[in-house]
């Protein structure tokens, strides 16, 4: 039995997609550890004296549907008032002890394969500053409502290495939690990792959320960039994602597998972005 618990606060203006975007962000811990979902509780802070109760109402509605499409059960939940609405999920799941996904033990000449693109964190605060498109924003919905079921999936039944979610602590936080973890360092392309276009004007631009610029200043402790490479991209790969895809850490001669793997069951990305080597948790970022 696994467990895990998130909540988040609103990314999007439209209630039902953020109730979306919470559940597919509560589970994801789920698939990383190559898990089935069971059921769920939500959790839940909301404002009752200053948002109407159907706004809840919408929020309870997609986290409920997307909860249906994992195959699981809300089984009931806790709230508060809050003066800032919070919405997510404590979820149970279930899966083999044999059959277990981590994140400390990828291997030396593993390959590194990214399911999603990166840009969520500067997407959500270019929302917030009324600088991001409808299209924009109907695709990073798209992205950040899409299960990570189907990659774990993949991943479980190629055979993998080492997985983890990338969420908060963007690409280059999460790659090294399996390094640290697995006592190994990771080599990665920058300019093989899939990211939304529109992203690297807007980080030009200085649009990117406090817990980005966090997050790349304890990045540089473990990070070497190779010189060239822009500010803007160095914060892009420490951009803080909100139900981000998975990074697996695969055998070489399993990549192409997984690959295809993935492709045919129609996650948004598979790129392999870079490899483990031997070395003592420290990254590379080259061009």
Known sequence: MVQTLDYITPLVDDPYAYGQIAAANALSDIYAMGARPLFALNIVGFPTTELPNDVLGEILRGGAEKAHEAGM??????????????????????????????????KAGDRLVLTKPLGMGVITTAIKRDLASAELIADAVRIMTTLNRDAAAAAVDVGVDAVTDVTGFGLLGHLHNITAGSRVSARISAQRVPVIPQVWSLARDGVAPGGSKRNLAFAEEFTTFDAGLSGEARLILADAQTSGGLLIAVAADRCAALVRALTDRGVPVATEIGEIIAGAGTIRVEW
């Open 73 to 106: 059960t809300v089984v009931g939940g806790h709230s508060v008032d809050d003066r800032e609405p919070k919405y997510g999920m404590a979820v149970t799941g279930v899966v083999h002890p044999d059959r277990v996904l981590r994140n400390s033990t990828a």
